[in-house]
């Protein structure tokens, strides 16, 4: 049961205290519940045909109410966890019903969502099931509704598919694995998909992608699928899909920080999402995602610091930190898509903390102030917030090099996010391009109010959003998604 500020009772919790004949509202003023987002209280209530938990949940403040919504039915499903169903009126929430209907369904699965460990014995203290059946309370069952249950369960579900291939252990994720999966279930959505093996790499030029990857057993790869929803300039999405960074001969600085260094194609995976979301959800867009894989490691073939690289379009790099492996590849994506003219060119890639701004929050750098504001708005609806960080024309000199066109790291100062997207600005051409660095948002080191420790499936749900905006932008609201497919 939903409850603001106060805490006052939302829909249907004045119905229940009658059916029930308990005075939620006054029992949860003597716990000191308030009514905040995220407050959760259970109460257990016997009856004739047994014990029933009727669960209230804070929302904060009346209005509008998708983040919380959101919020609240991810909750929900954290706290609901060994419960066989769940209802709620959730949806009854705000002035827009059906985005209402598209949060609660969105919510419940991100936080349904487990991730299948290896081994098959009980572990003590792990988290029970949750829930099996969400029902959502509306006050009608229309066209609109059905729509956005979709939607959200499609949204959701993409989120958590990011989620799965991130958690997957590196030895298991190779690349070549990673663009069989990307690929299989571009497919199932009916885009067209191609993978392209290291000779073909070599072939186009990828020196980048080739480099990172030389000293693994494991040859790179690439994979490639295209929605063609509509006609026109596409919407070119990349990311950063290293499936182990282990520093390369460099090595990792922190020894703590290369256990989960699986995490590191998280930008990839969000971005392949994101583009066979846009074909679930019947978007009207031509979208294309391009997903470079290697997997960075130290050997006798690893390259080396002074190496130099030709990168796709035939611009140098002298590698001078093998461990900035990450901005290598996704440069020769970046040269590789500007030659088609996209409308609008975004990369996403785990290359630094972001700057700083903390688990809450990913980076957003850019050459089109437009493209930024809109990516940067994708992000606040979605629940998956971004922060504009500022890219300085007086720091392209600090990647200038004796052997090269350019240098993978600058020559003086920290490198940072705002460094890092300086090197990938000079790959972008004219293409109105913005770069998110996801480091900060992509890995949870630790449990919070929402999410558990491990991935997050960020910035998935922000890409999705941005294709839907388009969508709505070219003429149109688009038509009913397909049917969701399982999550797994």
Same mark, same amino acid.
């Given at each position: 049961?939903?409850?603001?500020?106060?805490?006052?009772?939302?829909?249907?919790?004045?119905?229940?205290?009658?059916?029930?004949?308990?005075?939620?509202?006054?029992?949860?003023?003597?716990?000191?519940?308030?009514?905040?987002?995220?407050?959760?209280?259970?109460?257990?209530?016997?009856?004739?045909?047994?014990?029933?938990?009727?669960?209230?949940?804070?929302?904060?403040?009346?209005?509008?109410?998708?983040?919380?919504?959101?919020?609240?039915?991810?909750?929900?499903?954290?706290?609901?966890?060994?419960?066989?169903?769940? =209802? %709620?009126?959730? #949806? &009854?929430?705000?002035?827009?019903? *059906?985005?209402? /209907? $598209?949060?609660?369904? !969105?919510?419940?699965?991100?936080?349904?969502?487990?991730?299948?460990?290896?081994?098959?014995?009980?572990?003590?203290?792990?988290?029970?099931?949750?829930?099996?059946?969400?029902?959502?309370?509306?006050?009608?069952?229309?066209?609109?509704?059905?729509?956005?249950?979709?939607?959200?369960?499609?949204?959701?579900?993409?989120?958590?598919?990011?989620?799965?291939?991130?958690?997957?252990?590196?030895?298991? =994720? %190779?690349?070549? #694995? &990673?663009?069989?999966?990307?690929? *299989?279930?571009? /497919? $199932?959505?009916?885009? !067209?998909?191609?993978?392209?093996?290291?000779?073909?790499?070599?072939?186009?030029?990828?020196?980048?992608?080739?480099?990172?990857?030389?000293?693994?057993?494991?040859?790179?790869?690439?994979?490639?699928?295209?929605?063609?929803?509509?006609?026109?300039?596409?919407?070119?999405?990349?990311?950063?899909?290293?499936?182990?960074?282990?520093?390369?001969?460099?090595?990792?600085?922190?020894?703590?920080?290369? =256990?989960?260094?699986?995490?590191?194609?998280?930008?990839?995976? *969000?971005?392949?999402?994101?583009?066979?979301?846009?074909?679930?959800?019947?978007?009207?867009?031509?979208?294309?995602?391009?997903?470079?894989?290697?997997?960075?490691?130290?050997?006798?073939?690893?390259?080396?610091?002074?190496?130099?690289?030709?990168?796709?379009?035939?611009?140098?790099?002298?590698?001078?930190?093998?461990?900035?492996?990450?901005?290598?590849?996704?440069?020769?994506?970046?040269?590789?898509?500007?030659?088609?003219?996209?409308?609008?060119?975004?990369?996403?890639?785990?290359?630094?903390?972001?700057?700083?701004?903390?688990?809450?929050?990913?980076?957003?750098?850019?050459?089109?102030?437009?493209?930024?504001?809109?990516?940067?708005?994708?992000?606040?609806?979605?629940?998956?917030?971004?922060?504009?960080?500022?890219?300085?024309?007086?720091?392209?000199?600090?990647?200038?090099?004796?052997?090269?066109?350019?240098?993978?790291?600058?020559?003086?100062?920290?490198?940072?996010?705002?460094?890092?997207?300086?090197?990938?600005?000079?790959?972008?051409?004219?293409?109105?391009?913005?770069?998110?660095?996801?480091?900060?948002?992509?890995?949870?080191?630790?449990?919070?109010?929402?999410?558990?420790?491990?991935?997050?499936?960020?910035?998935?749900?922000?890409?999705?959003?941005?294709?839907?905006?388009?969508?709505?932008?070219?003429?149109?609201?688009?038509?009913?998604?397909?049917?969701?497919?399982?999550?797994?």
């Amino acid at each position: 049961m939903p409850f603001f500020d106060g805490p006052r009772p939302g829909p249907g919790v004045r119905d229940a205290e009658r059916a029930l004949g308990v005075p939620l509202t006054d029992m949860l003023r003597q716990q000191a519940f308030r009514g905040h987002c995220g407050e959760f209280s259970t109460f257990l209530i016997p009856g004739d045909t047994g014990t029933r938990a009727i669960a209230a949940i804070g929302v904060g403040a009346a209005g509008d109410q998708s983040a919380a919504i959101r919020d609240a039915a991810q909750r929900l499903a954290t706290q609901a966890a060994g419960w066989t169903s769940v =209802a %709620t009126t959730l #949806a &009854l929430l705000g002035t827009d019903r *059906a985005a209402s /209907v $598209r949060a609660a369904a !969105e919510g419940f699965l991100l936080g349904s969502y487990r991730f299948s460990k290896a081994g098959s014995r009980p572990v003590e203290g792990e988290r029970p099931a949750p829930p099996g059946r969400l029902t959502l309370l509306v006050e009608d069952v229309s066209s609109a509704s059905a729509d956005a249950l979709d939607r959200g369960v499609i949204v959701g579900e993409s989120a958590n598919w990011v989620r799965d291939l991130v958690h997957a252990p590196a030895a298991t =994720a %190779t690349p070549a #694995a &990673l663009a069989e999966q990307i690929a *299989a279930r571009a /497919v $199932r959505h009916g885009l !067209e998909a191609r993978i392209w093996t290291a000779r073909e790499l070599e072939r186009q030029g990828f020196g980048g992608v080739l480099g990172v990857g030389q000293g693994s057993r494991n040859e790179p790869s690439l994979v490639e699928i295209v929605h063609a929803g509509a006609p026109g300039r596409p919407l070119a999405l990349t990311g950063k899909g290293i499936t182990f960074d282990s520093g390369g001969l460099n090595l990792k600085r922190d020894p703590d920080e290369i =256990a989960w260094m699986r995490s590191d194609m998280a930008g990839g995976a *969000a971005a392949a999402a994101a583009v066979i979301a846009a074909a679930a959800l019947a978007l009207p867009v031509h979208a294309v995602g391009v997903v470079p894989l290697a997997e960075n490691m130290p050997g006798g073939g690893s390259v080396r610091p002074g190496d130099v690289l030709t990168h796709r379009g035939g611009r140098t790099c002298e590698v001078m930190d093998t461990d900035a492996e990450g901005r290598l590849v996704v440069a020769d994506v970046i040269a590789y898509l500007a030659e088609r003219n996209p409308a609008a060119l975004i990369d996403v890639a785990t290359l630094t903390d972001a700057g700083g701004i903390g688990h809450a929050l990913w980076a957003a750098m850019g050459t089109d102030q437009a493209l930024l504001r809109e990516v940067l708005d994708a992000g606040e609806v979605a629940g998956e917030p971004g922060w504009q960080l500022p890219l300085r024309e007086e720091y392209r000199v600090l990647f200038t090099s004796l052997s090269a066109d350019l240098r993978n790291t600058p020559r003086h100062g920290a490198d940072t996010a705002v460094m890092a997207a300086t090197f990938l600005r000079e790959f972008a051409a004219d293409a109105p391009w913005v770069h998110i660095d996801n480091g900060s948002t992509a890995w949870l080191e630790f449990d919070t109010q929402l999410w558990p420790e491990g991935a997050t499936g960020s910035p998935a749900r922000a890409l999705i959003r941005f294709l839907e905006g388009r969508a709505a932008g070219s003429g149109g609201s688009p038509p009913p998604p397909a049917a969701a497919q399982p999550a797994r």
